[in-house]
């Protein structure tokens, strides 16, 4: 079963950028659709960015025109830049398969918390 690793985190002020990472242990290379999700506290895990494996991406409204996804299956490695972070974005970040491409388990994320 495919580990996944998410680091990149970090405190961050409104409007500054982070670049998120996810390593994969084996290949994602048939995981077609690799997402980005967030869990801010007290409310439920949400799909926030996917990218299939020949590029076609998707974002919510709430990152759209702010958030990239990327991925790059020779590193085994997903990737999320994000620009003009705002206080809403405070959340733990984590990747995965997208509905049945899910790997079946999580990894520990990696904390986001934009604050001045």
């Known amino acids: 079963q495919v580990q996944l690793v998410e680091s990149g985190g970090g405190l961050v002020q409104p409007g500054g950028s982070l670049r998120l990472s996810c390593a994969a242990s084996?290949?994602?290379?048939?995981?077609?659709?690799m997402g980005w999700f967030r869990q801010a506290s007290g409310k439920q895990r949400e799909l926030i960015a996917h990218?299939?494996?020949?590029?076609?991406?998707m974002y919510a409204e709430s990152v759209k025109g702010r958030f990239t996804i990327s991925r790059d299956n020779d590193k085994n490695t997903v990737y999320l830049q994000m620009n003009r972070l705002k206080p809403e974005d405070t959340a733990v970040y984590y990747c995965?398969?997208?509905?049945?491409?899910?790997?079946?388990?999580w990894g520990q994320g990696t904390q986001v918390t934009v604050s001045s």
């Open positions: 995965n398969g997208v509905g049945s491409w899910s790997v079946g388990s």
């Open positions: 084996g290949s994602i290379f048939e995981i077609f659709v």
């Open positions: 990218i299939t494996n020949d590029g076609v991406t």
